[in-house]
């Protein structure tokens, strides 16, 4: 039998505020455990919370940029269960009026466009971290206790492992875009549980779904669901029936492995929160954060085809951050080709950073500089090779291109008598080569090329060496 797959995926955000959810405690990665607690946070009797204004803004704005129905009225409800890092038996979330409801994320994929929709996107606290020492024991930090989560719930509405990888991919952009999360998987800002269920093709009933939960990276998501579609088909081809689950990713043996039964919602014995009052939102003020949302990176991907005639891989490329949008935009408006322009950034200044690993913005090469050094290519001033040697000082020093260049003295040389010179001392000093290329091994003439350049410390202008070289070579 044929089956088709179903995916949905719960992706926890942690979003990019000082203080935790609902109290004043810091949000800082990497403190000394169970520093960052307070009464609060740990749900000490007496105590009250006191909601995050910047989470409830920056939800709003993520609902907004993804087209969810954003809510005039949302409440926090209390999700009762119990687990050892969860000091106070219940965890703070919403229930059944969450703030965004609706909306859909851009993939593309194979060449093809297509909108993954959205359940909800609501607010909600992170519990603490279990930490098991590897002699015996465990101990519970509960730094994370409180952090600001953005739950972003999609409709069963993926169908293959790579259309869920390429939905993680977009997703995490635009939320960079946004500046509402740093989404740094390895801090845990970015966090995925997978639900997935197969389905006899062209049946339109859902089949049980297994959940995979805590993945920590995109790559896990996709052999995750691999492994899972893979275990499912064989289990019901053998006759077994699918156990609704909440399953673990084994990382070492590529496999899942079950944790426990899933929970009903009807598990958590969810109730209002009597602690916090309901969130009501006027329309001027979702006016005012829809003003600060940015060009997304799917129209700005679509508007750079169009625009600066990028191909659909260099836009994919120069739209995959907005930082390295904004300095692949700003370099092209002075002047220079926006092909050479994407070119170089896939280049030498990707290669830069990677190797430096320095954020975009930290690089002192700034787009001006760039654009200069274009320039100083397109007029002959020097060489494409030469122009390498100048960006990677460039990199370094953060100096100007013709700063370099006259530092260095790497002006190209486009005297014709002092090519030519360089040739008859290549050639005087090369017979065997030019023996070579008398008796018919045309390759030979290449050779000599990088004789010259290398002669002339990479300086003469590689056009006039072939043409002259030639016009020489002709002559013998």
Not at 225 to 249: D, N, S, V
């Amino acid at each position: 039998m044929e089956y088709e797959i179903v995916i949905g995926l719960e992706v926890h955000v942690q979003l990019n505020t000082l203080s935790k959810m609902f109290c004043g405690c810091s949000t800082k990665f990497g403190a000394e455990p169970n520093t960052q607690t307070c009464p609060v946070c740990l749900g000490l009797p007496g105590v009250l919370p006191v909601m995050n204004e910047e989470a409830i803004r920056l939800t709003v704005k993520t609902g907004l940029a993804f087209g969810c129905k954003v809510s005039n009225f949302c409440k926090f409800d209390r999700k009762n269960y119990y687990y050892p890092d969860l000091p106070k038996n219940y965890q703070i979330s919403q229930y059944d009026k969450p703030l965004n409801v609706g909306g859909s994320v851009p993939i593309r994929i194979k060449g093809e466009k297509k909108a993954i929709k959205l359940t909800r996107i609501h607010l909600e606290e992170d519990a603490g971290k279990l930490v098991h020492n590897i002699c015996g024991g465990s101990g519970v930090d509960l730094n994370r206790t409180g952090l600001p989560l953005m739950e972003i719930v999609s409709e069963p509405d993926i169908q293959s492992p790579d259309e869920a990888y390429a939905y993680l991919v977009s997703l995490k952009q635009g939320l960079k875009y946004l500046g509402v999360s740093d989404c740094n998987m390895e801090e845990g800002s970015l966090r995925c549980d997978a639900n997935i269920s197969i389905r006899p093709k062209g049946v339109l009933q859902l089949g049980t779904k297994t959940e995979i939960k805590n993945l920590n990276s995109f790559a896990n998501v996709k052999k995750s669901l691999e492994y899972e579609a893979k275990r499912q088909e064989k289990a019901l081809g053998g006759g077994e029936r699918i156990i609704q689950e909440t399953r673990l990713w084994d990382a070492v043996n590529n496999k899942t492995v079950s944790m426990r039964s899933k929970e009903e919602a009807h598990d958590y014995r969810y109730f209002p929160e009597p602690d916090l009052v309901p969130v009501v939102l006027d329309d001027e003020y979702f006016r005012k954060v829809a003003g600060e949302i940015p060009e997304m990176p799917d129209i700005r991907y679509e508007r750079f085809i169009a625009e600066y005639k990028l191909s659909e891989y260099d836009a994919g490329v120069m739209t995959s951050d907005r930082d390295l949008a904004d300095f692949f935009e700003e370099t092209s408006k002075q002047g220079v080709d926006p092909k050479k322009v994407a070119n170089w950034i896939m280049g030498d200044f990707l290669k830069e950073i990677n190797t430096a690993k320095v954020g975009i913005c930290d690089v002192k090469v700034k787009s001006p500089d760039l654009a200069s050094l274009i320039k100083l290519i397109d007029e002959g001033t020097i060489s494409g090779k030469i122009a390498k040697d100048v960006f990677a000082e460039m990199f370094v020093s953060g100096k100007k291109p013709e700063t370099v260049i006259r530092e260095k003295g790497l002006i190209q040389i486009s005297d014709e008598k002092s090519i030519e010179g360089v040739i008859e001392s290549v050639l005087k000093s090369n017979s065997k080569v030019v023996d070579d290329y008398k008796s018919g091994k045309k390759s030979a003439a290449g050779f000599m090329v990088g004789l010259i350049m290398k002669a002339s410390k990479g300086k003469a202008n590689p056009k006039l060496v072939n043409e002259l070289l030639k016009k020489k070579l002709s002559g013998l």
